[in-house]
């Protein structure tokens, strides 16, 4: 009889341990916040202002809603979960929907494979998006979930159409700037 005492298991090359799994959805988590811009600049009350004209009022929904965007998606998300915490089995589905998109689609870094064939991300995106809005119809609050993503939708159209953009400068344009000062030919002769 062999005994192995103080031998250290480990994992099968190619297979990933639980750890490996919360450490990914981890740095991923991170990596997807650390597009959320800083709650502060985004309710700068000196930054708000009615446009001027329907083109600056269009102007102003495209930037802030591309600059945004996190803090608008979890602005919707907090509201549809507080309209559903008086529907206890609707929150239920929302949660379990909610752990679905990050296993399925967020968190992986693998493609879904079924009968060794590779699933395409978008059709990923598709039959998600559909489970989700069936499971949470079938739950019975199929008014209250409309009203509540409703509500989120005219606070975030309201916050981008207000919110002045001059001080705003995201990742790309910055290097659009950079990389246009740096194409101009020099003045010296």
């Known amino acids: ?10 994992a099968q090359p190619g297979t990933k341990s639980s750890l490996d799994f919360i450490s990914t959805a981890k740095s991923k988590a991170t ?12 309710i700068h009350l000196h930054a708000l202002s009615i446009p001027p004209s329907f083109p600056e009022s269009i102007q102003r929904l495209r930037s ?5 965007r996190m803090n608008y998606a979890i602005i919707v998300l907090l509201i549809v979960f507080i309209s559903l915490l008086w529907h206890p089995i ?5 949660i379990i929907m909610i ?9 992986r870094d693998d493609p879904i494979v079924i009968f060794h064939r590779t699933i395409d991300d978008r059709i990923v995106l598709a039959v998600l998006s559909v489970v989700t809005i069936v499971a949470l119809l079938l739950t019975r609050a199929t008014l209250n979930i ?3 993503v409703l509500v989120g939708l005219v606070l975030v159209f309201l916050h981008a159409v207000f919110r002045k953009t001059e ?3 995201s990742d790309e344009e910055a290097r659009g700037a950079y990389s246009v000062v740096g194409d101009q030919p020099s003045s010296s002769s």
């Open 99 to 107: 752990a679905a998109w990050l296993f399925l689609y967020f968190l």
């Open 1 to 10: 009889m062999t005994t192995t005492y103080g031998a250290i298991p480990t």
């Open 90 to 94: 609707s929150l239920i589905v929302f």
């Open 31 to 42: 990596s997807a916040l650390s597009t959320c811009r800083p709650w502060k600049e985004m």
């Open 64 to 68: 802030n809603s591309a600059y945004f």
């Open 146 to 148: 409309i009203i509540s």
């Open 167 to 169: 001080d705003l400068f």
